[in-house]
Each structure stands twice: as structure tokens, then as C-alpha cells.
């Protein structure tokens, strides 16, 4: 279930385009602390995207089906450039602030986003994370319903023809 959840969440992410009608995010992961060890981790492409599972707890609502609240943390990785202070020229000061541009792209792709065996995301807090140098992790929090029907046991339908016996 969290593996098709995982999967409905970058394919919606892959429909984001930059200005030039490309696919703006160059790498998708789990989330597994990459931006605080850098110097341990497999490179990856900026921006990119890592998607956080926070624990949650399950309610039983029957044949096997459980149900959760489960809160979905987007980690946006982009480049971190200093020059955003106003005596900066405005070209630098607009690179270094377009990483802002991008959260907004973010938000607004998955704001009511529905992925297979969730109700809508909503949106609910928004962590800034400049605590890496050359990077900032632009952490978006979503809350969504979840379903998982992984226990159900599905029921066969059988047909069978009765079989005469002629004595």
C-alpha cells in the first residue's frame, strides 16, 4: 500500500515543468536523512524531491481493512545561493530566491492531490531547514486518509457444472 502511495506521489510530482515546460524535479527518493549526510550519500541531481512516511496509527474498520491519518513530509531540496540581500543585483538576488518559486509549484500540484487509496491532501505546516551550507530543505507537510485493504482476503467465485452420473 505505501509502495503505490509512494509511486501515485512522483508520478503527480513529475507533472511539475520549470518555465521551459520540463520536468522540473531531477530526483525522486524515501526520505532517509540525505541532506545531513552529504558526504556519505550517493550524489543526486537538484532540485529533487524526498518523501517522508511520519508514524501514524492505525484504526481497524473491519474485514481486515484499517484505516490512518498519515502525515506525508515532501522534502524540497534545492541550491542555496546568499545573495538575497536587497543591495544585491537584482539578477543574483533573483537566482538566489527562485527556490521560492518552486515550493509554490510544489503546493500548488499537491494541494487536494488524491493519490489511490487516500482522500485529498491538505496541507498543514511548512518547515524552511538552511541548516546544510550549499543547500536548503524546503520541508511541505500534507495530512491525508489512508486505506489499506493489503490483509483483505479476497474471495474466489467458483462456478461449477453439476456432473451426472448414469448409472
Same mark, same amino acid.
Given at each position: 500500500?505505501?509502495k503505490q502511495?509512494?509511486?501515485d506521489i512522483?508520478?503527480?510530482?513529475? $507533472?511539475?515543468?520549470?518555465e521551459?515546460?520540463i520536468q522540473?524535479f %531531477?530526483?525522486?527518493?524515501l526520505?532517509n536523512? %540525505?541532506?545531513?549526510?552529504?558526504?556519505?550519500?550517493?550524489p543526486?541531481?537538484?532540485?529533487?524531491?524526498f518523501?517522508?512516511? &511520519? #508514524?501514524?496509527s492505525w484504526q481497524?474498520?473491519?474485514?481486515?481493512? !484499517?484505516?490512518?491519518d &498519515? $502525515?506525508?513530509?515532501?522534502?524540497?531540496v534545492? #541550491?542555496?545561493?546568499?545573495?538575497t540581500?536587497?543591495y544585491?543585483?537584482d539578477?543574483f538576488q533573483? %537566482?538566489?530566491?527562485?527556490?521560492?518559486d518552486?515550493?509554490d509549484?510544489?503546493v500548488?500540484?499537491?494541494q487536494?492531490?488524491?493519490p489511490?487509496n487516500?482522500?485529498?491532501?491538505?496541507?498543514?505546516q511548512s518547515?524552511?531547514?538552511?541548516?546544510?551550507g550549499?543547500y536548503?530543505?524546503?520541508i511541505e507537510?500534507?495530512?491525508c486518509?489512508?486505506?489499506d485493504t493489503?490483509?483483505?482476503?479476497?474471495? !474466489? %467465485?467458483?462456478?461449477l457444472? #453439476?456432473?451426472?452420473?448414469?448409472?
Amino acid at each position: 500500500m505505501k509502495k503505490q502511495l509512494y509511486l501515485d506521489i512522483v508520478n503527480h510530482l513529475k $507533472t511539475i515543468k520549470d518555465e521551459n515546460g520540463i520536468q522540473l524535479f %531531477q530526483h525522486f527518493d524515501l526520505w532517509n536523512r %540525505q541532506v545531513d549526510f552529504l558526504e556519505e550519500e550517493t550524489p543526486f541531481n537538484l532540485p529533487a524531491v524526498f518523501i517522508e512516511f &511520519l #508514524p501514524h496509527s492505525w484504526q481497524t474498520l473491519g474485514n481486515r481493512k !484499517q484505516c490512518a491519518d &498519515l $502525515t506525508i513530509r515532501l522534502h524540497i531540496v534545492t #541550491p542555496w545561493f546568499s545573495d538575497t540581500a536587497d543591495y544585491v543585483p537584482d539578477e543574483f538576488q533573483q %537566482q538566489a530566491v527562485c527556490y521560492l518559486d518552486t515550493i509554490d509549484k510544489v503546493v500548488a500540484a499537491m494541494q487536494n492531490f488524491a493519490p489511490s487509496n487516500s482522500n485529498q491532501w491538505m496541507r498543514t505546516q511548512s518547515i524552511p531547514n538552511h541548516d546544510h551550507g550549499r543547500y536548503v530543505d524546503s520541508i511541505e507537510e500534507y495530512i491525508c486518509n489512508i486505506v489499506d485493504t493489503s490483509a483483505v482476503q479476497h474471495k !474466489q %467465485q467458483v462456478s461449477l457444472s #453439476p456432473v451426472i452420473l448414469k448409472e
